[in-house]
């Protein structure tokens, strides 16, 4: 069995709806996250009088209505930490009359945090339909660079992710961070990892894992694609790497099936383009079927919204394969409805 490598994402737009289920808080607890806090304005922004910072009510992507956040026509964003921070630093985003906003460091996004309440663990008061996901800082991790800080809002826990193929919620900040008076506070926090810390890919047992070279430096000069992110495809066909079919030395050529299936369920975005070439080039058919993708018409209910949980096309795609925020690499049938531009 053979599995792909990742790659990097893109700072794009895709199209989904991941539904929203009930806070659950404690009963006859007081919030750590009191609205009488906040200083809530009418242009979808919210000032801490505790911490002095101002926050878009929303997380990047979302839409403030003058009530709440929604998702306007279903978009909604994610990021890599590298596409975030660049895209900020090329772009600035211009809201409520600002231009300085910024992603958050881990004490200030942590400010945020209420230990009461979870699936969202925030106020939503302030932050309606905060989604109950990953949040990045903009703080990269001191232990290994290619890591930085993220807190998970659907408990309240902090780990750092790996930069390059982690996709997170963003939420801006600006103004100058008043740090509040140490209280106690209620602990729910993750081990901070350790360089050799298990990660679900490397073996923590292997003497050779401290040896590893830093994906910025192993991955340079490998094609890219035109959002930026490595191109396995073409670093396949030229040679530039040579995986195995098998553990072991010796296995059989691959079997590579050219076809390709065109998906038309996708509303207004363009169609989705499957080809089986560019996949089985890397991993044989019973890596697939029918344990994720069932070898059947419409025996396959594939949404967003279930591949960001991880399913069908997210059990590889943002993991250990490039980035399923690279709309364009998969939406790329145009249809008469196709809007004249979509990303």
């Not at 404690?26 to 009418?42: I, N, S, W």
């Not at 390059?164 to 919620?169: E, N, Q």
């Not at 008043?178 to 003497?207: K, M, T, W």
């Not at 697939?288 to 069908?312: D, R, S, T, W």
Request: proline share 8%; glycine share 6%.
């Amino acid at each position: 069995m053979r599995a792909s490598i990742g790659c990097c994402l893109a700072l794009v737009c895709v199209l989904v709806s991941v539904p929203l289920s009930a806070q659950i808080c404690e009963p006859g607890v007081a919030p750590t996250v009191p609205t009488v806090r906040f200083t809530l304005h009418p242009d979808g922004t919210a000032t801490d009088t505790l911490t002095g910072l101002t926050w878009k009510r929303c997380a990047q992507g979302q839409l403030w209505d003058g009530t709440t956040c929604t998702e306007g026509r279903a978009w909604y964003m994610m990021n890599s930490w590298d596409d975030a921070m660049r895209g900020l630093q090329r772009r600035p985003v211009k809201y409520a009359g600002h231009d300085d906003w910024r992603l958050p460091t881990l004490d200030e996004l942590r400010t945020l945090v209420d230990l009461t309440c979870r699936d969202p663990a925030t106020n939503v008061e302030v932050f309606p339909n905060t989604p109950s996901w990953n949040f990045w800082t903009a703080e990269p991790s001191d232990w290994n660079e290619a890591y930085a800080w993220r807190i998970d809002f659907a408990s309240g826990r902090e780990n750092a992710d790996l930069k390059l193929t982690s996709s997170f919620h963003i939420r801006l900040v600006r103004g100058t961070f008043r740090p509040p008076v140490e209280e106690p506070r209620l602990e729910f926090v993750e081990v901070i990892p350790e360089p050799q810390q298990a990660d679900g890919i490397h073996d923590v047992e292997s003497e050779a894992l401290a040896t590893l070279q830093d994906p910025q430096e192993a991955l340079q000069g490998f094609p890219r694609s035109s959002a930026g992110s490595i191109d396995w495809v073409r670093a396949l066909q030229a040679g530039i790497v040579s995986p195995r079919t098998t553990v072991e030395e010796g296995g059989g050529p691959m079997a590579e099936l050219d076809f390709t299936i065109v998906m038309a369920e996708t509303r207004e975005m363009p169609y989705v383009r499957f080809p089986h070439k560019a996949h089985t080039q890397w991993l044989d058919c019973s890596n697939c079927h029918p344990a994720i993708f069932v070898p059947q018409a419409g025996a396959n209910p594939i949404n967003m919204g279930a591949i960001l949980k991880g399913e069908y096309c997210g059990r590889c795609h943002g993991r250990v394969a490039f980035s399923i925020y690279e709309c364009e690499r998969c939406h790329n049938v145009m249809h008469r409805d196709s809007p004249e531009r979509w990303w």
